[in-house]
């Protein structure tokens, strides 16, 4: 019966037929064990044991063969174990053969739904040591490689990524769950755009390659119109080996964007903002030093001073859009910026004293710095 189950499902399924999946020799063990457990239960000589219905799950499932033709091999073989008890039998008549026939198609589904189970369970199983095994090679790909220059190459190969074009890395200030990187993935690829995303617990950081840099630069409206949070961009190169210096590089980018604000910066598009990020501790001191007094007064007050601050710069030092844009009269506006004045030794209009004043105002934007003790 074996040989015969084996020739008929080779004979009537392509996906076994010169696919060279799974072997003949594997294909009559794992015929042989079914028959063997399933003739046996019919027989009443063995108990029901599922054992060769779940080994042949998840053998199908490992070597790729469609679960429909896992369901045929069954079908047949049920087909195959009713014709030897139809050959053997005493005739129409035989009430013995009416009552197998009923047990044998219960046995057959029995036996299908054990195979389908593991079958679905070995593809779980599957997928998520692909998912692991893509997730190490994600985060290989921006680890540094200059001591096996090789390396960078095999894991873009092995990420399906072109090694050749225009190179970006992508850092996301966000809870990765808030990051739809397939939906990024898709929009990009719609560009011509080549992606690979790396999940972290701090955020998400990505890669990017492009077959130009006309192309790379549509990138930031891509982003920006999917995530809402913090995207910092690096610099465009040209080889993968610049990866890992270009993460710290969209790390800088991403820190110099306001906490909680949003937006698409690349590094370099605000150099006194990366200034400030690349030396936090040192701004945060000067930033101490220069709006001390500011910064110790209460919060409502403080914040009264730090935004007529912001919206003066914002505004290009004009009193009058100063106090449009904080719906205040321009008297209130200057009388805020003569405080600012009085407790800091600084004036705006002082060029070298605004500039301290601009530089300190950024610190406290971007990085958090407490108030100093009185």
Aim: negative net charge.
């Amino acid at each position: 019966m074996t040989v015969e189950l084996v020739r008929r499902i080779i004979a009537t399924d392509p996906s076994y037929a010169g696919a060279g999946l799974l072997t003949e020799e594997q294909l009559r063990s794992t015929c042989l064990d079914n028959l063997t457990a399933i003739v046996g239960l019919l027989s009443g000589t063995q108990p029901l044991l599922l054992q060769s219905a779940r080994e042949a799950g998840r053998i199908k499932a490992e070597q790729g063969i469609p679960v429909a033709a896992l369901l045929h091999a069954y079908r047949l073989g049920g087909r195959l174990i009713w014709e030897e008890l139809t050959a053997r039998s005493a005739g129409p008549g035989d009430v013995r053969l009416h009552e197998l026939a009923t047990r044998l198609w219960e046995v057959i589904d029995l036996y299908s739904d054990a195979a389908v189970e593991s079958y679905r369970e070995t593809e779980v199983d599957l997928a998520r040591a692909d998912e692991q095994a893509q997730s190490r090679l994600i985060r290989t790909l921006f680890d540094d490689h200059s001591h096996s220059p090789g390396r960078i190459l095999d894991v873009l190969r092995g990420l399906g990524l072109p090694d050749g074009g225009t190179f970006t890395v992508v850092t996301v200030d966000a809870q990765p769950a808030a990051v739809p990187t397939p939906t990024l993935s898709g929009a990009l690829r719609t560009l011509g755009i080549r992606s690979a995303w790396d999940v972290r617990i701090d955020g998400v950081v990505g890669l990017m390659v492009a077959p130009a840099p006309s192309t790379m630069d549509r990138a930031g409206e891509v982003l920006s119109s999917i995530v809402a949070e913090r995207v910092g961009l690096s610099t465009p190169f040209t080889t993968p080996h610049g990866i890992a210096a270009a993460v710290a590089e969209s790390r800088q980018a991403c820190r110099s964007i306001p906490p909680g604000s949003g937006g698409v910066v690349r590094f370099g598009e605000r150099p006194v903002a990366h200034l400030l990020v690349t030396v936090p501790d040192a701004a945060r001191r000067a930033a101490t030093q220069i709006l001390g007094p500011v910064l110790m007064l209460p919060p409502t007050e403080r914040a009264d001073l730090i935004a007529v601050l912001d919206a003066w710069y914002r505004c290009g030092g004009s009193a009058a859009a100063v106090a449009e844009t904080l719906h205040c009269h321009r008297n209130t506006v200057r009388y805020r910026l003569r405080k600012i004045r009085d407790l800091t030794g600084r004036d705006t209009t002082d060029p070298r004293q605004s500039a301290e004043l601009y530089l300190a105002l950024g610190a406290i934007t971007l990085l958090e710095t407490p108030a100093p003790q009185a």
